[in-house]
């Protein structure tokens, strides 16, 4: 039976999101529907939303940070089952496909095709408004009371992980700890340069002192994020807007010539290049975070590699969500992963659009939409 769902649809890049009631229609084969509990704003949301996503399309229902419950399954799912617990996947994990059976990467492409075209396995959407199709968003579309997603594309969790809060490792939280973790595998006692402190830098300082790095350097133009960047861990906030001289040149001297690793959280491939240039000669890796808008590019001097620097790049943290996030949640649950730290603003779907001025506004580490 076809849901009459409450969502917020971007119906054009630049445009505010706007509330209204969309169709949302039952599963397909493989597919489960879920009502959403509660959902972060992560910035790629705004990322999209701006235009700047070359796989933007619009009208969309957006988010992809999101906690829900099984309210019906198609034909042929086992995994799940009404009433389950979940967090929806924008990398699924079909355990079949070739990236999957590599045991090399998390990037599941089992449905990552239709996924960029905002459209279901079987090339369709479950969306309507007003009898006109609404695209998906990575495959999660959680600014939807309502939601429809591929089996292979949700993580089960316990029932007594609160959904309101564990919705944070659907994106940011698994994505910073699992790039200093998976991708980094940053070693203990290494001096670590942590460019941007949002929900992914911030999460990555967590990484750094689960993995025991010795020196947890920040990077921010945004003070107001120092505090809560040194109560997670950080032993250096440094401001850019501080020196006169390019920010690499500032941490190779603070370092005896440079950090074992970095990684860039905001997007900006000028930062990039700073991130991968304040690393040590001969070992020094820098991952990217940050995703960059249409048409960007990064660059540096070929030397820079030549001389044993490595440029990486983390997807979701390397994590395979099916199996890796429940042990996510386990180590929320036991205080290991202080998702309350991240929660700065709560609000219901009707105000989504302030979560994200607060975010551009730089009040706000996440804020999450509680339906
Ligand atoms: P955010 O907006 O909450 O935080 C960005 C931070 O960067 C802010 O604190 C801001 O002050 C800081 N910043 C901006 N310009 C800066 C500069 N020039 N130098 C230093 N700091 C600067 O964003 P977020 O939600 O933490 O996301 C960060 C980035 O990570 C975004 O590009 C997002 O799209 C991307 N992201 C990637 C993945 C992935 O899997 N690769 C997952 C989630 C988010
Ligand atoms: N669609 C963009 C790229 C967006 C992107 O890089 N997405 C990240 C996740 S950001 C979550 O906040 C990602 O995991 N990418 C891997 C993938 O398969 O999408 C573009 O440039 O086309
Ligand atoms: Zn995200």
């Not at 304040?278 to 070992?283: A, E, L, N, T």
Request: charged share 20%; net charge negative; with cysteine.
């Amino acid at each position: 039976m076809t849901l009459k769902s409450r969502a917020a649809v971007a119906f054009a890049a630049g445009e505010p999101l706007q509330i209204v009631e969309v169709d949302v229609a039952p599963p397909k084969a493989g597919e489960v529907r879920v009502r959403i509990v509660a959902s972060g704003v992560c910035h790629t949301d705004a990322f999209t939303l701006s235009g700047d996503d070359p796989e933007g399309i619009f009208p969309a229902i957006l988010g992809h940070e999101g906690g829900g419950i099984v309210e019906s399954v198609g034909e042929g799912v086992t995994s799940l089952a009404v009433g389950d617990h979940v967090i929806p996947l924008y990398t699924a994990e079909c355990r079949e496909c070739k990236f999957c059976k590599s045991g090399k990467t998390n990037l599941c492409q089992a449905v990552r095709a239709t996924q960029g075209k905002g459209l279901m396995p079987d090339g369709t959407t479950r969306f309507s408004y007003q009898g006109k199709p609404i695209y998906h968003y990575m495959g999660t579309s959680t600014f939807s009371e309502y939601t429809v997603v591929p089996e292979i594309s949700l993580a089960k969790i316990p029932k007594e992980a609160p959904l309101e809060k564990v919705c944070l490792l659907g994106c940011g939280v698994t994505t910073g700890i699992g790039a200093v973790l998976n991708t980094a595998k940053v070693e203990a006692g290494a001096t670590v340069a942590i460019f941007g402190l949002g929900g992914i830098g911030l999460a990555a300082i967590i990484g750094a002192t689960m993995a025991k790095a010795g020196r947890i350097i920040t990077v921010d133009i945004n003070p107001a994020k120092f505090e809560i960047a040194r109560a997670l861990g950080a032993t250096d906030c440094v401001n850019p807007k501080d020196f006169d001289k390019p920010i690499q040149d500032v941490i190779v001297e603070m370092t005896d010539g440079g950090v074992d690793y970095s990684f860039e959280c905001v997007g900006n491939v000028k930062l990039m290049r700073a991130a991968l240039e304040c690393c040590h000669k001969g070992w020094g890796e820098s991952t990217i975070i940050g995703v960059a808008g249409a048409g960007q590019e990064i660059s540096t001097r070929p030397f820079q590699l030549v001389t044993g620097r490595v440029w990486r790049g983390s997807a979701f943290g390397g994590v395979r969500g099916r199996t890796e996030l429940p042990g996510y949640v386990a180590k929320a649950q036991q205080g290991e992963i202080p998702l309350d730290t991240f929660i700065t603003h709560t609000m219901g779907l009707e105000e989504i659009n302030t979560a994200f001025e607060l975010m551009h506004e730089g009040k706000s580490i996440r804020t999450v939409i509680h339906f």
